[in-house]
């Protein structure tokens, strides 16, 4: 974003929006659970199907399941009285999750256009238009990138800012990817299934380019920092210039997939602490929304 009205310098209110992004990403920016909710929009409703999809083991399956059971995004139902046998399907919170799967597929068809998966298929089937067309201000239908969103901060409610989170997070990085996960958004699970990573991508976004800048906002330990940096890299979205990092024009083109999980996040958690910051399309004026993506499933 250029030029933005927040200033790199102001570290509460940079605090404040990774307080907003860390209770999406607790939920959902996981490279599992992502493989999960990615599986259950292709059809799966069954736990041998969701092994199957994904490749992942049974405990983490498991695991996965009951959580996003618990935070809202799936329903078990039984499908089998004799045995008792039961399905996983999306609710309504999972289903309007579609708005983000869609950016990410976005974004992966324009920058790994050479690697198709099943998802962005999906993704494609249902879109009206192009799904590797330019972002659209929902306001005004005007193409847009990042570069014309204004950041506007409420100053009062900072004042509301929870406290910083103490809770265990799970790794989202350890072990090798499971073939089955790659296979449905491949470098977006690296990208987007980790909390970390996402919170180094907004302070990029907030123009933090040191190493030091990046772990005294995100607390993150170095050696995490170290990895997760390399790993940003590595994907394409951020480069190394005069001995700091800034996102490359894809880094630049995430910010629909960061925009679609702010709108989704406001929409359907129950307890959310709203970011302070205002996205205002300059040429209209309006607050930035996406347009609705819905998924066109029987």
């Known amino acids: ?177 499971s073939p089955g996960a790659q296979d449905l958004l491949g470098p977006c699970l690296d990208v987007f299934g980790d909390k970390w990573g996402i919170e180094i991508i907004i302070c990029a976004f907030m123009r933090l380019r040191r190493f030091g800048d990046f772990r005294a906002q995100t607390g993150i330990a170095a050696s995490i920092l170290t990895d997760r940096l390399a790993r940003l890299t590595e994907a394409g979205v951020l480069e190394r210039v005069d001995g700091g990092y800034r996102l490359t024009p894809c880094g630049v083109d995430v910010y629909g997939v960061l925009i679609a999980i702010q709108d989704w996040a406001d929409t359907w958690l129950a307890v959310r602490y709203r970011s302070p910051v205002r996205l205002i399309h300059r040429a209209c004026g309006q607050v930035f929304h996406l347009p609705p993506a819905r998924p066109n499933r029987a």
């Open 1 to 177: 974003m250029t030029r933005p009205s927040l200033s790199p310098s102001d570290a509460v209110a940079i605090n404040a929006v990774l307080a907003a992004v860390r209770q999406a990403a607790d939920v959902v920016c996981d490279r599992w659970s992502l493989a999960l909710i990615l599986a259950a929009f292709l059809g799966e409703t069954r736990f041998g199907g969701f092994m199957t999809r994904t490749g992942m083991a049974n405990r983490l399956v498991t695991a996965r399941l009951r959580s996003l059971e618990a935070e809202g995004l799936l329903v078990r139902l039984p499908y089998s009285r004799r045995p008792l046998r039961h399905e996983y399907r999306l609710t309504n919170m999972g289903e309007a999750f579609f708005e983000v799967v869609a950016q990410m597929a976005r974004w992966r068809r324009i920058w790994r256009p050479a690697e198709e998966d099943p998802i962005a298929v999906l993704v494609a089937a249902c879109a009206e238009g192009p799904i590797d067309g330019p972002l659209i201000c929902g306001a005004c239908g005007a193409a847009v990138t990042a570069r014309d969103i204004e950041l506007r901060l409420n100053r009062a409610q900072l004042q509301t800012m929870p406290a910083k989170q103490t809770a265990h997070r799970r790794s989202t990085q350890a072990g090798a990817p």
